[in-house]
């Protein structure tokens, strides 16, 4: 039992899905898993397990942000033997290529954050990347279900609110399609534990023309997102 997560062994099924939410995590449990079964309810950060295609699957909420996701990540990769992790969440479009609702899979994470600077001593400005496999396997299943998933990559960002916005204009024209606040703690942790990991993202928000789906939007509309992540887990 972990300290944050406080599930029973055998509880959390190998293949998990990582929405930041925990009110989204119970929607997609009890959306798409058949007998779903809360295990945790630790600082109300709810995990379920279900079975979808007759495949165990958990779903566990993370919080926003990579200290908090990386503390439930960690949990389940050391303590659970999670080994398949796939973050399913929203993000904020910095690319003119992306429009609201457009589905994007991180093929690497770029941040801001000091975790790896400190997990690397400062030395080495460590890239973190998605599982190749999983990342096949979700174009395939996003081009099976007639979504035209952009794989690109992202950059995982600690402030919310930025001090330095420019810096998204500069990273747009490297390439850079998106932002949100976890994927590169969960690369970097997937890596170490020699798992997989994928991140799966909406877009909510268009940080170049301000537009932007409501919150209800945010909980409950991701139908795309959800199946392409639970199609993907249990291939």
Not at 26 to 33: C, H
Request: glycine share 8%; hydrophobic share 45%; net charge negative.
């Amino acid at each position: 039992m972990s300290v944050h997560i406080g599930a029973e062994p055998g509880q959390i099924a190998p293949r998990v899905l990582l929405p930041g939410d925990p009110l989204r995590a119970k929607w997609i449990a009890e959306t798409y898993l058949d007998d779903p079964v809360c295990y945790s309810t630790v600082r109300n950060m709810l995990g379920f397990t279900g079975r979808y295609r007759g495949v165990e699957v958990s779903v566990q909420g993370t919080g926003m942000g990579m200290p908090s996701a990386a503390i439930y990540v960690q949990e389940l990769l050391a303590e659970y033997g999670a080994t398949t992790l796939i973050r399913v969440g929203s993000c904020g479009a910095i690319s003119d290529a992306l429009g609201l609702r457009d589905v994007v899979a991180a093929i690497g994470s770029s941040t801001d954050s000091a975790m790896n600077r400190l997990r690397f001593d400062g030395l080495i400005d460590y890239a973190p990347v998605a599982d190749f496999e999983l990342l096949r396997t979700a174009v395939d299943v996003a081009g099976e279900h007639g979504v035209a998933m952009r794989v690109g990559p992202i950059v995982a960002s600690d402030p919310f609110y930025h001090p330095r916005p420019d810096l998204y204009d500069r990273l747009a024209e490297h390439g850079t399609l998106a932002v949100e606040m976890e994927s590169a703690a969960l690369y970097t942790l997937a890596a170490k534990f020699q798992a997989r990991a994928l991140a799966i993202l909406t877009v909510s928000d268009h940080l170049k023309t301000g537009e932007h789906l409501p919150s209800a939007d945010r909980e409950q509309s991701f139908h795309q997102m959800a199946t392409i992540g639970l199609e993907t887990a249990v291939r």
